[in-house]
């Protein structure tokens, strides 16, 4: 089972991106799929989350500006990112929780990360 991420690039303030973390494997089930970031010299921190019911969940920073969602028949997670500022520029790593076929229990999977780069 892997994560892979796409979309990252280099966009202008006011600008938006579309990031996308596809799933690949032979995978019985995925719970909650994520998005997290880490800016140059802080943190990792969670982005935005959606269950596999649609439920979804933002940082403060991004409510308004940024969508999750996600296509189970494709395994895909998606994040529309709106109105980017230069303080969005990070490293986006999505994530989730997949459970293999024939494996008991879920496991915490992890894409390889995607730049942004917002320009003022």
């Known amino acids: 089972v892997q994560l892979q991420a796409f979309g990252g690039g280099l966009v202008q303030a006011g600008g938006s991106l579309r990031l996308s973390c596809a799933a690949s494997?032979?995978?019985?089930?995925?719970?909650?799929m994520v998005w997290h970031r880490q800016a140059p010299g802080k943190s990792r921190e969670l982005v935005a989350a959606?269950?596999?019911?649609?439920?979804?969940n933002y940082a403060d920073s991004v409510k308004g500006r940024f969508t999750i969602s996600r296509d189970n028949a494709k395994n895909t997670v998606y994040l529309q990112m709106n109105r980017l500022k230069p303080e969005d520029t990070a490293v986006y790593y999505c994530n989730a929780e997949i459970a293999p076929f024939g494996v008991a229990g879920l496991y915490d999977y992890w894409g390889q990360g995607t730049l942004v780069t917002v320009s003022s």
């Open positions: 494997g032979s995978i019985s089930i995925i719970t909650d």
């Open positions: 959606i269950t596999s019911g649609g439920s979804t």
